[in-house]
């Protein structure tokens, strides 16, 4: 027999009689993730000035390259220019890249030497501008001399702080009322634009760049930080480069390049490969033509979260403020994202004119990008 007594749907469809349901937790779609900030962590230090600097030094370099494109005869051509004269010294051996001679330095004029080729009976080969020359190590005389003294200055590089900021304003009648799903409006608004700060924060570090001038600010002039990927200049790579491995789409060959290329000139240790949405897919990728399923398998995976290669282990970092035609390989161990001391994240209460509680959300940030040779970044990638 049917229902006949009193139910919810008698009361009407504006249901005056019934209280309202409504869930206690206010769910947010908006993306506020910043991974790259979760994989580098806390700073253990603080920048003590809005202009944050740090020191960097480097090895004598042990290569340099021909400068000459006049040759004859390999074996009596004993003279020849190099870019820089002032890296070699008498008693260097020397051999040119993918070639099995040898060649001991007896003379230097500025950046003419003069070498004994086919030394320690190799065979004279010919040499041709642009060639690359590793110096090997130099044979002392025995009884000889200190050779004349050779050194690097260390380098000063700094980065601007930069200030982030959000306002919170609450009137009096919105702290007082209840609200759906909040204790407290004014926390919930300071916890929104934090969130907010934070994903700001990442995508500066990425992407941001300095004044052309006045980098240090002025009333006028906005004090901002220079990002990670406009500090990259050695190992930086576009697609089409020559020498850079062909096509548009991210693969293994563009990967280990640049890992190689890092390692060859550099002590660095990249641990993270930094990629947005579209080249993260590309590295899944990598390794689908080789999985194999069981007949009972019941997951389909399809991720890469470790790229293990022989110039190191990295992390993949997918990350939403990369851009999506680039891929950036880092040394975590020489980044730091820095708050200026005493200027880390925080809520300050401002005085209010009115009938309304106000305040400010306040951050000052620098990034610290010590020896950017031990980076790398590819661009011009395929994104579709």
């Not at 390794?287 to 293990?308: H, K, L, P, Q, V």
């Not at 997918?318 to 975590?332: C, E, G, I, K, Y």
Request: glycine share 8%; net charge negative; hydrophobic share 35%.
């Amino acid at each position: 027999m049917a229902f006949t007594g009193k139910a919810t749907y008698s009361a009407g469809t504006t249901l005056p009689e019934l209280a309202e349901d409504v869930s206690d937790v206010v769910s947010i779609i908006s993306p506020y993730e910043a991974p790259l900030l979760d994989a580098l962590g806390d700073s253990m230090r603080e920048a003590t000035s809005t202009h944050h600097e740090w020191l960097e030094d480097e090895l004598l370099p042990n290569k340099d390259s021909i400068n000459d494109s006049t040759y004859t005869d390999p074996s009596a051509d004993t003279d020849f220019v190099v870019d820089n004269g002032d890296r070699f010294r008498v008693g260097d051996q020397i051999q040119v890249e993918g070639s099995e001679e040898l060649m001991l330095v007896t003379g230097i004029a500025t950046n003419t030497l003069t070498v004994v080729r086919g030394y320690a009976g190799t065979t004279p080969e010919n040499l041709a501008d642009n060639m690359v020359i590793n110096i090997l190590g130099n044979a002392a005389l025995e009884g000889s001399d200190k050779p004349n003294a050779r050194f690097t200055n260390r380098s000063r590089c700094g980065n601007y702080t930069q200030i982030f900021t959000a306002a919170v304003e609450i009137s009096g009648t919105d702290m007082a009322a209840s609200q759906l799903g909040l204790a407290d409006e004014m926390d919930h608004q300071k916890q929104e634009r934090l969130r907010e700060l934070i994903r700001d924060l990442e995508n500066t570090i990425i992407n941001g760049g300095q004044p052309a001038g006045n980098p240090e600010g002025s009333g006028s002039v906005r004090r901002s930080m220079k990002g990670v990927i406009q500090h990259l200049a050695t190992n930086l790579f576009h697609t089409g480069d020559s020498g850079f491995p062909t096509g548009t789409d991210l693969d293994e060959a563009k990967i280990n390049y640049v890992l190689r290329q890092i390692w060859e000139n550099s002590s660095g240790n990249v641990d993270l490969i930094i990629v947005g949405g579209f080249q993260k897919r590309k590295i899944n990728a990598f390794c689908s033509d080789s999985r194999a399923y069981g007949a009972n398998d019941t997951t389909f995976t399809d991720m890469i979260s470790i790229y293990e290669s022989d110039f190191g282990v990295c992390k993949i970092v997918t990350t939403r403020w990369m851009p999506q035609d680039a891929a950036m390989l880092l040394d975590s161990s020489r980044i730091r994202v820095l708050p200026l001391a005493g200027r880390s994240f925080h809520f300050k209460p401002l005085a209010s004119s009115g009938d309304y509680e106000c305040g400010e959300l306040i951050g000052e940030y620098t990034v610290e990008l010590k020896n950017e040779a031990a980076h790398g970044v590819i661009r011009n990638l395929s994104t579709s």
